[in-house]
């Protein structure tokens, strides 16, 4: 793919992103307002995925591992095990 039709199709996806997001009917400050609290936002969502739903995965496998495992019936069954 040249040059060309890279820009052309990159600025096919902007009108795209103009047409459905409506901000075509904006001012140019608006738009840049709107494409400032928009990229914001998806960056603190992704931002916040990356830091916590590792551990929140990390937190399920262990919870579930100890299901399936399953739990001693009681203190006395632990310290006869040893």
């Not at 103009?18 to 901000?23: D, F, Q, Y």
């Amino acid at each position: 793919m040249d040059m060309k039709n890279m820009r052309e199709y990159v600025g096919w996806l902007y009108y795209q992103y103009l047409l459905i997001t409506g901000i075509y009917v904006l001012e140019p400050w608006e738009q840049s307002i709107f494409n400032t609290l928009l990229f914001t936002m998806v960056a603190m969502v992704i931002y916040t995925s990356y830091v916590f739903v590792p551990i929140h995965v990390r937190l399920a496998l262990e919870f579930f591992s100890e299901l399936v495992r399953g739990q001693p019936e009681s203190t006395v069954a632990l310290m006869n095990s040893r």
